[in-house]
């Protein structure tokens, strides 16, 4: 019964059709196996008191970025492990079997790591990657707000420049780790109106006049905690600012695209974990004197899913080596990676739950709590809608 209720993390080989390893290199399963056995050993057996309790589980983060996973596709020279991103992907499906929740919070602290990497200046790069990447300190992306959503280019937050500083107002919604992080990479308004007016500044904990909204009561990633961030004439060094006045927006997007990877890895390891949750249900339960598992439903049911995830996965990692070469159609690939994987790997989820029948829906048993984790990556790091949008763009324009 135990076997049931706890994540199958790291039990490769079970079904080999299934692999994740499978046409990898050598190095890449390395990477993929400690990620597996740190997701085994240190996230799986706290996955559900985390979400239970809210615990942001800092510590055990910290012993991940000592493997190197603090700062995946940063540069070595400021603390990264310099990988590239499909090798980032093999690691957050990985990790994500342990607790999908806190690899989430993880795959957002990367992206925003990575964004000070690419577009800071030395002294910005010096001054936050390192603590960034051992994870000392943890990051915030701030992007949406309380009337912009998906229409990101509309934001408000406004800030204008005073001499050698810029005074910050207006307010981020959603904020995940608002709060308990230690730097905000906020979008706001320094020009007119559309995306040429956005800049991007780094913000530190503790700048006057910055403050947090009330923690958010959510279905589901509940190892994270997620706040609105306020600012209230915030004034902060016209050093803080990546690139140029104006090249916000284009910062914040080619984050994403690498961020809509990410999510739709996290996505991944849920699944992959819901699929040997289900297998094993199928296998143990008994139901009119024989096991599930000799329902040819349920066995068709099974066979869909591990297809699914499958072509989840090829789409995922297509898109993954497509920004790394930087090619023209990635955020295209990358926008239709997130929306597949987002899609397919809930209904995987959802499907475990209901294989489970009324187990499957009690906290004792891990499959509810990926099912809850993972419905939110159908709506942030862009909503599927809007995934839609840049692929038809993508087509129309092309």
Same mark, same amino acid.
Not at 20 to 38: I, N, R
Not at 248 to 262: H, P, Q, T, V, Y
Not at 295 to 310: D, G, I, K, P, W
């Given at each position: ?13 079970? =079904? ?18 400690? !990620? ?13 008191? *985390? ?9 055990? $983060?910290?012993?991940? !970025? ?11 020279? %400021?603390?990264?492990?310099? +990988?590239?991103? &499909? ?6 499906? =990985? #990790? ?6 806190? /690899?989430? @919070? ?7 790591? *990575? ?16 603590? #960034?990447?051992? $994870? ?44 308990? /992080? ?20 780094? &913000? ?16 589901? *990633? ?6 609105? %961030? ?5 004034? %902060? ?30 996505? +991944? ?12 249900? +199928? ?9 599930? =598992? ?28 497509? &920004? ?34 009324? @187990?499957? @829906?009690?906290?004792?048993?891990? %499959? ?31």
């Amino acid at each position: 019964l135990l076997l049931l209720r706890r994540p199958a993390a790291g039990r490769r080989g079970i =079904a080999s059709c299934i692999d994740p390893s499978a046409g990898l290199t050598e190095e890449q399963k390395e990477f993929q196996k400690v !990620a597996l056995d740190f997701a085994t050993k240190e996230m799986a057996p706290y996955m559900a008191e *985390w979400d239970e309790k809210e615990i942001f589980p800092v510590e055990t $983060m910290q012993k991940a !970025a000592q493997l190197g996973f603090g700062g995946i596709y940063v540069k070595p020279d %400021v603390g990264g492990s310099g +990988l590239s991103r &499909l090798d980032t992907s093999i690691i957050f499906e =990985a #990790l994500s079997t342990g607790c999908t929740s806190t /690899t989430a @919070y993880m795959s957002i602290h990367n992206m925003c790591v *990575w964004m000070i990497d690419t577009f800071g200046n030395e002294e910005q790069r010096r001054r936050f990657c390192p603590s #960034l990447c051992s $994870m000392e300190k943890f990051a915030s992306y701030c992007l949406t707000e309380p009337g912009s959503g998906s229409d990101a280019a509309s934001l408000l937050t406004s800030a204008q420049r005073k001499g050698d500083t810029y005074v910050l107002n207006g307010s981020k919604a959603f904020i995940s780790g608002g709060g308990d /992080t230690d730097v905000y990479v906020v979008m706001c308004r320094t020009g007119g109106p559309g995306p040429k007016g956005i800049s991007c500044l780094v &913000l530190e904990k503790g700048t006057p006049g910055l403050s947090f909204g009330k923690k958010e009561r959510k279905v589901g *990633w509940n190892s994270q905690p997620t706040r609105a %961030v306020i600012f209230e004439d915030c004034v %902060v060094p016209v050093g803080n600012r990546l690139g140029a006045e104006g090249q916000g927006f284009s910062i914040a997007m080619k984050g994403l695209n690498g961020g809509r990877i990410n999510i739709a890895s996290c996505s +991944l390891g849920a699944a992959h974990a819901s699929v040997l949750l289900a297998q094993e249900h +199928l296998t143990v339960r008994k139901q009119f004197g024989e096991p599930l =598992a000799n329902n040819q439903y349920l066995q068709f049911r099974l066979a869909e899913m591990a297809t699914r995830l499958v072509a989840a996965r090829l789409m995922v990692r297509n898109a993954a080596r497509a &920004l790394q070469e930087g090619r023209e159609d990635a955020a295209a690939l990358c926008s239709m990676a997130k929306l597949f994987a987002t899609d397919e790997c809930f209904a995987i989820c959802n499907q475990a739950l209901q294989m489970h029948g009324g @187990y499957g @829906y009690l906290k004792d048993y891990a %499959v509810q709590q990926f099912v809850r984790d993972i419905r939110v990556h159908q709506i942030l790091e862009g909503t599927n809608e809007v995934m839609r949008m840049i692929v038809a763009r993508n087509l129309l324009q092309g």
